[in-house]
């Protein structure tokens, strides 16, 4: 195992300390789920009706109905035996995929995405433990994909920052953002809240077509990492890119060219809009130069 990341490091690879270092913001964190929460027991009403602690209506005495549960007040006041209905509560899984693939190694400003992918991370692992739901987890690069099965406690929270930290890829395949997907849709099960992390770089219509087939049954989160450079060419001049191996001159001096180059961006997030406002996903832009909390606070506010 290597060691983890020195503090000026953190810019390029995050360290488990910092994971572990932001249970105190993710407090502030709220995932808000689209159904009402009740207040005791679990945090989310299931569609089943069964005998948990969250009223769900009163109805005529049915045979075979809990003595314990009859509604005494309607039954004196209709003269007809009724019944208290409950709706039975559950834990709610949250999965979160996060995209480590090369392109997600890259910043000219703030952090790499790849850092920024495993900071929102954390903090949504952090709120979800706090409310007591289960968490699992997928990672996914060209080396291969890494799921974690949904688990309770903080035992699973910290097998998946370790994960976060020192990916072990089986060796698998689904290194593309179709396949993880793909893999997405059989390990992420129905009424899960699911949030994918990633540049979204090789998206196409078969990934689309996974995605809506995860929307259908559950509720689905993206957030899209990207540097500034991506969106926006610097003002005229010379600039050298390298990463190690090769350099790359980028010279911004046409106007047009920077043009272009925005509102190709501009083509390409509004595809992602477009596309979740179609399957009723929720999109959330992120900037690798933005608080990852504060962008998970403006999502929960929408929410």
């Not at 602690?53 to 006041?77: C, H, I, K, N, S």
């Not at 259908?216 to 001049?237: A, N, T, W, Y």
């Amino acid at each position: 195992m290597s060691p983890s990341p020195s503090p000026e490091n953190e810019r390029i690879a995050v360290s488990l300390k910092t994971l572990v270092d932001l249970a105190k913001p993710a407090a502030t964190l709220k995932l808000r789920p689209k159904r009402i929460r009740a207040a005791q027991s679990g945090n989310y009403l299931s569609h089943f009706k069964g005998r948990g602690m969250a009223f769900a209506e009163t109805r005529l005495y049915q045979p075979g109905d809990d003595v314990r549960r009859m509604d005494w007040r309607v039954t004196a006041r209709t003269d007809k035996p009724h019944s208290k209905v409950f709706c039975e509560e559950r834990e709610r899984p949250l999965f979160i995929s996060v995209d480590y693939r090369p392109s997600m190694a890259f910043a000219t400003r703030g952090v790499f995405k790849s850092v920024q992918a495993a900071k929102l991370a954390a903090l949504l692992a952090w709120a979800a433990q706090q409310q007591g739901d289960r968490i699992g987890g997928q990672i996914f690069s060209d080396a291969g994909c890494l799921e974690l099965k949904p688990r309770s406690g903080k035992a699973a929270l910290l097998r998946f920052f370790n994960a976060l930290v020192y990916p072990v890829y089986p060796g698998n395949g689904g290194g593309t953002l179709t396949e993880a997907l793909a893999r997405l849709q059989h390990h992420a099960h129905p009424g899960s809240r699911i949030y994918v992390i990633s540049d979204f770089r090789g998206l196409n219509p078969l990934a689309e077509n996974h995605l809506a087939l995860i929307a259908r049954h559950c509720e689905v989160i993206l957030l899209h990492i990207f540097d500034p450079l991506e969106s926006q060419l610097p003002e005229k001049g010379r600039y050298r890119f390298t990463d190690k191996i090769r350099d790359i001159v980028l010279d911004t001096g046409e106007v047009k060219q920077r043009h272009d180059y925005h509102q190709r961006f501009q083509s390409r997030h509004m595809h992602l809009k477009t596309l979740c406002q179609k399957l009723r996903m929720t999109l959330l832009p992120c900037c690798t130069n933005q608080s990852p909390i504060e962008v998970l606070n403006l999502n929960s506010s929408r929410a």
